[in-house]
């Protein structure tokens, strides 16, 4: 492949606009479209070629039946209490820079969609959106065997980036969604997984609403100085 000043922009433009999109229109993607996101993707590197992803593509029916009962057992206190993550996505002591960096995504979110620091009941409603894909079209989970080990998570952390760069490259976007994990009980049956595969995270799939308020939230990044180092 010839590396043209054209293709570059293009590929930055993929990268740099890539975004998570929390409200989406209800236009469907194509089957295809969606294939041939996963099969881009499915370049991404791994070690000694191992390809330590899978990928559970749920729309219509399957999709709207899984995010019913998902939403019914976060809804209930009790029922919510009782599911838990199999891996711990982020720290058991958050300290600087990176608690004050979660804080101002969340409080900048919560400000764009007027819901006030004690409003828990709105915060309770918008996070119950995350299982219901945001209203996408498609909605991904992926899963990974659970005899590998941290690498071929790197591994699984490229690929996600894959596909979320090869959605930008169709005009789509997408949300990946921790918020699933927890709840790894009722969706792992729900799409057949078997018992040896773990669940990684979920993402939604599909046109981002240009009028919906949440989709001007654009987060910050440090500027390259502050954390790389160049050693001469």
Request: a neutral charge.
């Amino acid at each position: 492949m010839t590396v043209t000043p054209q293709s570059t922009r293009a590929v930055e433009a993929a990268i740099t606009s890539r975004r998570a999109i929390r409200a989406f229109l209800p236009t469907p993607v194509p089957r295809e479209i969606v294939e041939r996101i996963l099969g881009v993707a499915a370049r991404a590197p791994s070690g000694t070629n191992t390809q330590p992803w899978n990928v559970y593509v749920l729309t219509g029916d399957a999709k709207h039946d899984l995010s019913r009962r998902l939403v019914a057992a976060y809804d209930d206190p009790a029922e919510a209490a009782t599911h838990l993550e199999e891996y711990a996505y982020y720290p058991t002591e958050w300290r600087s820079p990176f608690i004050e960096r979660r804080r101002k995504v969340g409080w900048d979110l919560y400000g764009l969609l007027g819901i006030a620091k004690t409003d828990k009941a709105r915060m309770h409603a918008q996070h119950a959106r995350n299982y219901q894909f945001f209203g996408a079209p498609v909605g991904l989970m992926f899963t990974i065997d659970r005899r590998m080990r941290q690498g071929s998570w790197l591994d699984f952390g490229m690929f996600l980036q894959s596909v979320m760069v090869a959605a930008r490259g169709h005009g789509l976007d997408t949300c990946p969604q921790a918020a699933f994990t927890p709840f790894h009980r009722i969706i792992m049956p729900a799409i057949g997984a078997p018992a040896n595969e773990q669940l990684v995270c979920g993402m939604s799939l599909g046109h981002a609403d240009p009028d919906a308020i949440e989709n001007s939230l654009v987060t910050e990044r440090q500027p390259v100085s502050e954390f790389a180092r160049f050693i001469e």
